[in-house]
């Protein structure tokens, strides 16, 4: 199976700075069915980002995505208060699908 | 909208099964897959397996092969996750979560806390 490393675990930033999330595929991911999603304490998942690139429904231009094969970053330009949360990748490209551990955003 | 609403927290004991269900609406159920997926403490987040709700094909992950089964209603547009022997390490959120076939999860249920304990 494909394991995802995100990095860093932690990012700790203030409002208006730039974030930078990392996801490293263990094999190259088919034709970049790589998504990203972001997690809020007692909430599911929402997804921001899939096809590596592309932002999903209502998700602001602040959110974007770039990468191929095994390499992946999410890129928030500048943050917002309600973007501090837990990111995570995920592949879809083979079977089992799997999930990246995580990127916290928290506040500086 | 689209919506899934799951049923609600369970607690089980060792060995026991645990069905839970995840209702849609908003969408043409029959025309996507449901999947399901785990979370659970200090775990990643694990895909259990889905559906093809048109014709209902099942795909499982190998680690669950075996002990879980996915199904659904196509008239109460539901779909459904039993797991069974449950062991405490099943203690988790499960979550239902919806792809056109092959494709990123985009809408998911808000999940159900399963807790396994003697």
């Known amino acids: 199976e494909i394991v995802l490393t995100q990095s860093p675990g932690t990012l700790s930033l203030s409002p208006g700075e730039r974030a930078t999330l990392s996801c490293r595929a263990s094999?190259?991911?088919?034709?970049?069915?790589l998504g990203w999603y972001q997690q809020k304490p007692g909430q599911a998942p929402r997804l921001l980002i899939y096809g590596a690139s592309s932002r999903a429904t209502g998700i602001p231009d602040r959110f974007s995505g770039s990468g191929s094969g095994t390499d992946f970053t999410l890129t928030i330009s500048s943050l917002e208060p309600e973007d501090f949360a837990i990111y995570y990748c995920?592949?879809?490209?083979?079977?089992?699908?799997?999930f990246g551990g995580g990127t916290k955003v928290e506040i500086k | 909208q689209v919506q899934f609403v799951q049923s609600g927290a369970e607690v089980e004991k060792p060995g026991a099964s645990v069905k839970v269900s995840c209702k849609s609406s908003?969408?043409?159920?029959?025309?996507?897959?449901i999947h399901w997926v785990r979370q659970a403490p200090g775990q990643r987040v694990e895909w259990m397996g889905w559906?093809?709700?048109?014709?209902?094909?099942?795909r499982y992950s190998q680690k669950f092969q075996g002990r879980v089964t996915i199904t659904r209603d196509t008239s109460a547009s539901t779909a459904y996750m039993e797991l069974f022997s449950l062991r405490s390490d099943d203690t988790a959120v499960y979550y239902c979560a919806r792809s056109e076939e092959g494709r990123h999860l985009d809408y998911w249920g808000q999940g159900t806390l399963v807790t396994v304990f003697s």
């Open positions: 094999q190259s991911v088919s034709s970049s069915y």
């Open positions: 908003g969408y043409t159920f029959t025309t996507y897959t």
């Open positions: 559906i093809s709700v048109g014709n209902g094909d099942t």
């Open positions: 995920h592949q879809y490209g083979s079977s089992p699908r799997t």
